[in-house]
Each structure stands twice: as structure tokens, then as C-alpha cells.
């Protein structure tokens, strides 16, 4: 069964940094775009960032722009977020993801596989 599971989530002043990681069950994720989502509560989920299998192209949202960086590490089956500054406005459940195609994408809908989710509170 192929799964993905997040983690690293926790509770982090404003200013403070935390590493989410993502572990993919099976090798043939390695080949995927994966991507980060997050998901405010009475919000919809919103697009972080996304990464090629071969992490030629990154894809960063505006809003996490210079303070957030994807990466994935194939040997080991991982993906990671790390996310620097964190702002109160960045609390969320973070979702790791990935699709079946060669680019990247920024719609949800797009992705085809989803992880549980790992909770991120900022605090001010």
C-alpha cells in the first residue's frame, strides 16, 4: 500500500524554524512531483510548494517565498519543508503530496496521493 507520512509539525514561536519531512512508502514515488499543502482551519487547502523528481524545478508559493524551501532526498524515499521565519499566519496542517505526471503542479486536485497531515501552530 503505497503511503505517505508526515512529520516534524509541532509548536514554534513566530520567528522560529522547524523541518517537516515526508516519508514515501515506496521507491516509485521517487519519480513523482511532490508537493507541499497546507490547511488552515475554515480554509481551503492551499498550495506551499512542489518539486520535480529529479528537484530540477521548485515551485514556491508568494506567501512562503524566501522563508520556506523544498527538498527531497530519493535515496532515501524523503521529501522535506523547511520553513524559516515562521509567521502565526503559517499555522496549518501541512500535507505532503504527490502526482503522477512529470511537472509540477499547484492544484490540489492535481495530486494523487496525500499523506495524514502534521500540525504547525505559531505562536506570536
Known amino acids: 500500500q503505497w503511503q505517505l507520512v508526515e512529520s516534524g509539525g509541532g509548536l514554534v514561536q513566530a520567528g522560529g524554524s522547524l523541518r517537516l519531512s515526508c516519508a514515501a512508502s515506496e521507491r516509485t514515488f521517487t519519480v513523482y512531483p511532490m508537493a507541499w499543502f497546507r490547511q488552515a482551519p475554515g480554509k481551503e487547502r492551499e498550495f506551499v510548494a512542489a518539486?520535480?523528481?529529479?528537484?530540477?524545478?521548485?515551485t514556491i508559493a508568494d506567501s512562503v517565498t524566501g522563508r520556506f524551501t523544498i527538498s527531497r532526498d530519493n535515496a532515501k524515499n524523503m521529501m522535506y519543508l523547511q520553513m524559516n521565519n515562521l509567521k502565526p499566519e503559517d499555522t496549518a496542517v501541512y500535507y505532503c503530496a504527490a502526482r503522477r505526471a512529470d511537472w509540477n503542479s499547484q492544484n490540489a486536485d492535481d495530486y494523487d496521493y496525500w499523506g495524514q497531515g502534521t500540525q504547525v501552530t505559531v505562536s506570536s
Open positions: 518539486i520535480t523528481w529529479r528537484s530540477i524545478r521548485k
